[in-house]
């Protein structure tokens, strides 16, 4: 069964300067990895995927994860935070199966200070 | 882009009641609905399952009875809490995949459940 973490239940960085939000995962075969951004009382959203090709992904709002597949990590990377960056950031996986479903990791909050 | 529309967006119920939440695809098909259960700062964890037209697969420790799940077309999927109690109160969300969509899975906004 695909499991994933995030080591770190929040994140604090000052506004402008670069961000990472940690995630590892597990799978049986490979993964398909994704980042989820979630507002105070709203739903999910999208903000990047890895399903094969280059590790690099560049997603919305400036975001970007490098997935490693020795250190079996795919963590969310900013070059340049903004005071709106700060909300809850979710990672998942998928087993690369059809039928498998999305499983997440409990979450980070992310802080940027002006 | 393929979106997933809930409703209602909040509710409050009584002890003892029941409630339906609707889950839509408005735009795309899905072949397979999900439904999540949020508590305040916490992950979401996967509550079930369900392919159209067939009976929805519950997680372990997930109460089949208490969660009824239908998902009869294509386009819509319906969660009902059934005889509500307060420690039901939470957030949940619904997501979709559809039938060519190897990868994606879109989630609705969730619902806001409170159980007086």
């Known amino acids: 069964a695909q499991s994933v973490a995030q080591p770190e239940d929040q994140v604090n960085v000052a506004e402008g300067n670069p961000l990472t939000v940690k995630c590892t995962y597990s799978?049986?075969?490979?993964?398909?990895l994704f980042w989820y951004v979630q507002y105070p009382n709203r739903g999910l959203q999208f903000l990047l995927k890895?399903?094969?090709?280059?590790?690099l992904v560049k997603g919305s709002y400036g975001f970007e994860a490098e997935f490693n597949k020795s250190q079996t990590s795919f963590h969310l990377k900013k070059p340049s935070a903004l005071v709106s960056d700060s909300a809850l950031y979710f990672c998942a996986v998928r087993d690369n199966g059809w039928d498998n479903d999305m499983r997440f990791g409990a979450g980070t909050r992310l802080t940027v200070k002006p | 882009g393929a979106v997933v529309s809930q409703h209602p967006s909040w509710v409050i119920c009584k002890s003892g009641t029941s409630v339906k939440i609707e889950c839509r695809s408005l735009d795309f098909q899905a072949t397979t609905m999900f439904w999540y259960r949020q508590f305040p700062k916490q992950s979401l964890m996967l509550m079930a399952t369900s392919n159209e037209g067939s009976k929805a697969t519950y997680e372990q420790g997930v109460e089949k009875d208490k969660f009824l799940i239908n998902h009869a077309s294509l386009t819509l999927s319906t969660l009902t809490v059934t005889s509500a109690h307060p420690e039901d109160s939470s957030f949940y969300i619904c997501?979709?995949?559809?039938?060519?969509?190897?990868?994606?899975?879109?989630f609705g906004p969730g619902t806001r459940l409170t159980v007086t």
């Open positions: 890895y399903i094969t090709g280059d590790n």
């Open positions: 799978v049986s075969g490979n993964p398909y």
């Open positions: 997501s979709a995949r559809g039938r060519d969509s190897l990868y994606e899975q879109y």
